[in-house]
């Protein structure tokens, strides 16, 4: 199983109930804003901690009220691309592509084949704005900085929050192509977050709506 | 200009400043970080102790620290037996005195700073794989830096100004605590002293001023290195 979710959680005033198992890689969540899509990313993450359920991604489990499992944001090892990219704004993006990439003694067994720091940038045409300031980027330009950081961290699974979102439509055809060609090139699980039908029917392999 | 008098009031000013600045930065940075990020039970009594010496009259400030740190009060007899070290009427009691009065400007500054920085950042540091102490140290603290620069720039005048709490808790003893306020107040009470008070008011009003302008541009040059957008 690539998902197995069984969560309840709160979101603004209402509490959900999420239940999926799926061998599809690519998960798409779908559902009118408010519908608590956002939350049920920051629960996987690990930045929000659900009420009640338990999560595996990749048949590692990630939280298990029954079992007591919650692991801390850093040992999920989540590739999340905000809807907000939160971008570091004291670093270039050359150091915000490489603040999460793994190095030290306590860095986690790699796979071997991994995308480097110059096959991201190339596949994400970072290479002009390496020495840029988060503050000086389009809104187009920082999404793809926001996602190439994620991808470098080498996470053990990506969580894309909306990431076509406030894109006009031929930045959006350009940054989707980006996002195939990643998600088709490393080949961890991957949650869509999506209004988009198309973008869905493109890259999913299971839905999940939100009501 | 100055006589060797002066000079050495004001080399025992600046010593005494940046002592007391150098030995608060960390708790004060480490209570404006409990006081912006944290929650928890006698928060605002904590908020209530930091801003104590701010509110109340700097000779009970003094007099306080004299029944705890004085050579009979707890916490001095503690560091006579163990280090041999006695802080009133020692210069290194007016760098406490100077820093204990400064606390609360410092904290201030600080916190509002740490507030302003978007915790979303650290989130998505830590999303990353940033441990918690990773996370403050390349997110929390670098944005928070012009909040610490004008937090030590306003306890460093703070400081250099300070009188009331130095004079009960460490006196007015020449070459030891008689530090530019205590100077001038003693100049004085001295007839014919008012040429040697002039040049010593000029010179107090000159440190502040450089102090303040060393903070404007130090702030001004950290919020241009990080323009804050996305």
């Not at chain 1, 860095?107 to 071997?112: D, E, I, N, V």
């Not at chain 2, 004060?28 to 944290?38: D, F, G, N, V």
């Amino acid at each position: 199983m690539s998902f197995d979710l069984a969560l309840t959680y709160r979101a603004g005033e209402r509490e959900r109930e999420v239940t999926i198992a799926t061998p599809a890689r690519i998960l798409a969540v779908t559902g009118p804003s408010g519908a608590g899509k956002t939350s049920l990313l920051d629960c996987l993450a690990g930045l929000r901690r659900p009420l009640a359920g338990r999560a595996a991604i990749g048949s590692r489990a990630i939280f298990d009220a029954g079992a007591g499992i919650d692991l801390p944001p850093e040992g999920r090892r989540a590739g999340y691309v905000f809807q907000d990219m939160r971008l570091f704004p004291h670093l270039t993006v050359r150091r915000n592509l490489a603040y999460g990439v793994p190095g030290g003694r306590r860095a986690p067994a790699l796979p071997a084949d991994w995308p480097g720091f110059g096959e991201v940038a190339r596949l994400l045409d970072l290479g002009p704005l390496l020495d840029r300031r988060p503050a000086t980027l389009s809104g187009g330009e920082a999404r793809r900085v926001a996602i190439g950081r994620a991808i470098l961290s080498r996470p053990a699974f990506l969580l894309l929050d909306e990431p076509l979102a406030s894109l006009d439509p031929a930045r959006a055809e350009r940054t989707m192509a980006m996002i195939e060609r990643i998600v088709a090139r490393v080949t961890v699980p991957a949650v869509l977050v999506s209004h988009e039908e198309r973008e869905v029917e493109r890259l999913a392999g299971a839905v999940l709506p939100l009501a | 200009m100055l006589s060797p008098a002066e000079w050495e009031v004001i080399g025992l000013s600046l010593r005494v400043s940046l002592v007391a600045m150098a030995a608060t930065l960390p708790l004060a940075y480490a209570l404006a970080w409990l006081l912006a990020r944290r929650r928890f039970p006698g928060k605002v009594l904590l908020d209530a102790l930091v801003h104590l010496p701010l509110v109340i009259p700097p000779v009970v400030t003094g007099w306080l620290l004299l029944l705890a740190f004085g050579r009979n009060g707890p916490v001095g007899a503690l560091l006579d037996r163990a280090f041999g070290l006695s802080l009133a009427f020692h210069w290194t009691g007016a760098a406490l005195a100077a820093g204990v009065m400064a606390l609360p400007l410092m904290v201030r500054a600080m916190r509002l700073s740490i507030e302003a920085v978007d915790r979303r950042l650290v989130a998505a540091a830590r999303t990353l794989g940033a441990s918690r102490w990773r996370a403050f140290r390349t997110i929390t603290l670098p944005l928070s830096l012009p909040g610490i620069l004008a937090g030590l720039v306003l306890g460093f005048a703070r400081s250099v100004g300070e009188f009331g709490a130095t004079i009960t808790f460490a006196a007015n003893i020449p070459g030891e605590t008689r530090t530019l306020p205590l100077a001038i107040y003693t100049l004085l009470q001295t007839p014919g002293g008012e040429a040697a008070v002039t040049r010593l008011a000029l010179i107090a009003v000159l440190l502040s001023l450089a102090a303040l302008m060393a903070s404007e541009w130090l702030v001004r040059r950290a919020a241009g290195r990080q323009a804050h957008v996305v």
